[in-house]
């Protein structure tokens, strides 16, 4: 009886997008169990795979059958639960087996092989030469990986290697190695009792000084870590207790600890308001119907959703149960971590992008081995390793940010409510501006809906003023800022509170434009105007797609008319204007550009918390989510850079912009001032937004979703074909179109007609698309896979490529 295992190989075509069958060694059996990673033969190369099952009593041609090399890993990275949540993703987004199971676990997990060389005992070979004799030396020495060897010794090695692998004097081995391994060091154990080490102390007090301390070091903590008390474990007084088998130097496995995105913000555990405390017991009985309900916390400003989510994780681990807190692009979130981690200490485990790899694939490490119970973290910390799942909170639900935009295309609150349902746990979706999405859901009855409408403390509401700037351009007012905003500025300011200014796009200024001819400065390999960025006394236009970058012209390159001038602002420029006009004002700006380094982004929000800026100017990234107690004015320079994109989502993503930015604004004991500036003061977006009507934003946005037939009365594929050739994009597309309409029809799905993309061509290639409406994914999904299969690989081949993103957020 040999036992088959059943693995999927780390290889990157569609073609291979099923098992392969691999024979257990001896020495694995009994121990190899599905979700474990591998190392295998595949073709003529090697590479890793995952074990989606075993099948213990195969026999007969498993003789045939490849072997597996290795077992990567001490326990499987996958729980059963992933495994089976693998083939979810893969169903609902129509990715591959490796595609799914790679998007659950973190990069570091990513083996590749390296070539070990071995001195076969016995006679050595003729060594003709002293570089070969040198080279033997170190193989007999001990086993050498190809790289650093040929590095040593230069390409001669790579000869002699050959020869001597031929002549049976060398042996090679092909071995696994992870592409971020575990951080160890050398520490110093005891090997005899407490006592016996105090007693070897005492006798060394006086010749052996070094001796006698580490001996009461061992004796008092067990063990010495060396690096961290300053010893090299070639020191003599190491080598003399190794020797005297008083103790021994062990490699031992660090955890690298993640500190650089959090901010120390310690909060004390609160008494909960009613409101608080209602919310609060919604969330524990859907816990305890143990059936994966779902529960939205509509919860305006400043109402204090973070303190109920951290009760209910306390709850669930006095349980004994374990939680995951998803938090939009969590780098951006400092000040969320930081309550988590100062609440519940060891026990959290920190997940997101803006960790390095080694950091991430030790908390993952963590939360695998049962350590952590408690996961933060952005989008991919749904897939996290928690056991006993009694809970997920997923904080600003109504973030775009949970959907992923490349391969595969899952949406991180749906997985949520499938972790849910599998664990018999519950899910909640908190936001001040909860999405279309999550408010029909409620109503058809598939969701729970708990309110809390008032800030902690009942405090006020900001007032808002709409400023319309149509009005204030025809009384020739020509400035970026109206006389309300700088009044509200000021007022702050000379209190000694703080302001903060929105405006949705970085840079200088939207785009240049030719005064002589109307023609504005493209990007050359993007169909989309170049943004001017001017920074340190420099000046340069930027294409924000591509990063493209290049000088401003003098002249117009159409008509050679000197009249090309900056048009539209960005946040570059209200800086700059700020500085003119307040010189002795401290502003800080926070935007893509200023934030790029790590921890920068955390610097920025300690700074405003400690008092250091009077006004905070910034992008998106300063209106959600952060808490400044003094922050007590909020200005938007401009309220319809958004409500202009073609999107059917613009007025909800305005309505909830607006809000959080709004809602930033006396959230403590000063009462908040804001201004919002626009061009369209009459649009129910920003009317809703600036009296906190929510019923009357999502009436009227319903009203229009429904007539017009979009999510959430149906569900959005987009299909995408990009090529460096127009007619390659424009044909696979209609290719792809035929497919699905000869398969589907109304009512299943709806197929619009292939179209070029919004930006027609970003970074140099042309892209075209496909959208379709659909109602029930299980009615069309096969028509959409073998339409895509229809088309994906020739496209390939073409050199082209090709997506298709399901339940898609955006068109
Ligand atoms: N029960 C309480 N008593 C006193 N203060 C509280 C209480 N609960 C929360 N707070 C404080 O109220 C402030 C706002 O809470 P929090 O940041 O959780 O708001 P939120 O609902 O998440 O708002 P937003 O959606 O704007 O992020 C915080 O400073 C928090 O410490
Ligand atoms: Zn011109
Ligand atoms: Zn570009």
Partial sequence: MAGVAHVIVDVRTRQLDRPFDYAIPPRWQGRLAPGHRVYVPFGRQYCQGYVLSIDETASG??????????VLDEIPLFTPELLQLHEFVRDRTLCTHLEALQSMIPGAYRAHSVRRYRAVPGDPPALLSAAAERL????????????????????DAALLLELWLSSGHVEERVEAEDAVRAQVVTVLVPSADAQTLQAAAAARARRAKKQAVLLTALARDKEVRLREAG??????????????????????????????????????????????????????????????????????????????????????????????????????????????????????????????????RDEWLR?????????????????????????????????????????PHYDAREIAGWRARHNHAAVVYGSATPSMELLHAAEQGKLTWVSMPFRIENRPMPAVTIVDMREALRQGSRGLFSEALIHGLEAAVEQGQQALLFLNRRGYAAFVLCRGCGESVQCPNCDISLTLHRHGGEEWLQCHYCEYRQAVPEVCERCGEPAVRPFGVGTQQVEHALHERWPHWRVLRM???????????????????????DVLLGTQMIAKGLDFPNVSFVGVIAADTMLNLPDFRAAERTFSLLTQVIGRAGRAEIAGQTVIQTYRPDHYAIQAAARHDFAAFYQTEQAYRQAFQYPPYCELAVFFASHEQESYARGAAARFERELRRLVAAPDAVVLPAAPSGIRRAKGQYRFQVVVKYSQWNRVKNAFASSYAAVSERMRKLGGSCSLDVNALHI
């Avoid at 498993?62 to 072997?67: E, G, I, Q, R, S």
């Avoid at 033997?136 to 390409?155: C, D, N």
């Avoid at 081995?369 to 056991?387: C, K, N, Q």
């Fill in 61 to 70: 041609p498993a003789k045939t059958l490849k072997p597996i090399l290795a």
């Fill in 591 to 613: 935007d893509v550009d200023t934030t790029r380094r790590k921890g920068a982004h955390r610097e920025a929000v300690e700074r405003v918390l400690n008092g250091e800026v």
């Fill in 136 to 155: 033997w030396q170190e193989l007999a020495a001990r086993p050498q990986a190809f790289e650093p060897l040929v590095r040593k010794f230069g390409p």
């Fill in 367 to 407: 939360v695998r081995r049962g350590e952590a119970r408690v996961v933060v973290g952005a989008r991919s910390a749904i897939f996290a390793p928690v056991e006993q799942l009694r809970l997920v909170v997923v904080d600003e639900a109504h973030e775009s940010s949970y959907k992923q935009e490349e391969r």
């Fill in 231 to 360: 010893i090299r474990p070639s020191d003599p007084a190491v080598q003399a207790l190794v020797e005297q088998g008083l103790a021994v130097l062990q490699q031992q496995e660090v955890y690298r600890a993640p500190v650089a995105a959090a901010l120390r913000e310690h909060q004390p555990k609160r008494e909960l308001t009613p409101a608080q405390a209602a919310a609060l017991r919604a969330i524990l009985q859907a816990m305890a119907a143990a059936a994966g309900q779902g529960v939205v916390l509509h919860g305006v400003t400043g109402s204090g959703k973070t303190e109920v989510y951290l009760q209910a994780i306390e709850a669930c681990l006095a349980e004994g149960g374990g939680a995951i807190a998803l938090v939009p692009e969590i780098a951006l979130t400092p000040q969320m971590v930081g309550r988590f981690t100062s609440r519940f200490g060891q026990r959290v485990a920190v997940l997101h992008s803006g960790l390095s790899a080694g950091e991430r």
